[in-house]
């Protein structure tokens, strides 16, 4: 793994379906963040996660959790999905406390839910 | 709570130079970024302000006063790969990034 990873890469799912996105990276990051992007409205922040162990809610939490269990994982789980959570996913990492808490960003996961 | 402004599209002709502003009310300030994303890709970081003044790295500069809530990105010598949205984000006291909805850049021949 080189960066910051996400699976799947794209889903269509039935509404009411539990759904887990994954978000694994390497570079020994801190701090982890979710965000979904939709068409004219950017990026929003779901959840985030300072460091292993603790979470926050973002602009956006409701219908998502997530778990920081340990550094390099940051899964986001839907419990049961709705037509509105159809959206791109981003997860995000950076090193809080570096020169400039530059976060990077997997390749996304695309959701639908019908 | 988190306004921060920045136009919907702009249009722009190869080898020309264009100026994305964006202004920002925020909660809580630790700096601005600006991103790049093309369409169906992950964003991609471009600069970093958190003094105020200019930031200047290769063909693109960023520019920052805090005092004005306001920064602009600019982009030098045009190139249709600079196609792209382009994305002012605020980091909060938090340290989350609170992004505007982007800017649609496209470069013309």
């Known amino acids: 793994i080189a960066g910051i990873t996400q699976a799947p890469t794209s889903q269509i799912l039935a509404a009411g379906r539990r759904m887990t996105l994954r978000c694994t990276q390497d570079?020994?990051?801190?701090?982890m963040y979710w965000y979904r992007q939709d068409l004219g409205l950017g990026l929003r922040l779901i959840h985030y996660s300072n460091t292993a162990g603790t979470t926050g809610k973002g602009e956006v939490p409701d219908g998502y959790s997530v778990s920081r269990a340990n550094t390099d994982d940051f899964p986001l789980t839907l419990a049961s999905a709705v037509p509105s959570q159809t959206s791109v996913y981003f997860c995000?990492?950076?090193?809080?406390?570096?020169?400039?808490?530059?976060?990077?960003f997997g390749p996304g996961t695309r959701l639908t839910v019908l | 709570g988190q306004n921060i402004d920045q136009p919907t599209e702009m249009t722009a002709t190869e080898g020309a130079i264009v100026q994305i502003n964006c202004t920002y009310q925020?909660?809580?300030?630790?700096?601005l970024f600006w991103y790049q994303q093309h369409a169906g890709e992950a964003p991609t970081f471009l600069s970093y302000n958190v003094l105020d003044g200019l930031e200047e790295k290769g063909r693109f500069s960023s520019f920052l006063s805090r005092s004005k809530g306001y920064s602009y990105l600019l982009l030098k010598e045009l190139q249709m790969k600079d196609s792209a949205s382009y994305l002012c984000?605020?980091?909060?006291?938090?340290?989350?990034?609170?992004f505007g909805k982007g800017t649609s850049l496209l470069v013309t021949p």
């Open positions: 984000a605020v980091e909060d006291s938090g340290y989350a990034l609170n």
């Open positions: 925020t909660s809580g300030f630790n700096g």
């Open positions: 995000a990492s950076t090193r809080l406390a570096g020169e400039s808490n530059e976060q990077f």
């Open positions: 570079m020994r990051h801190n701090a």
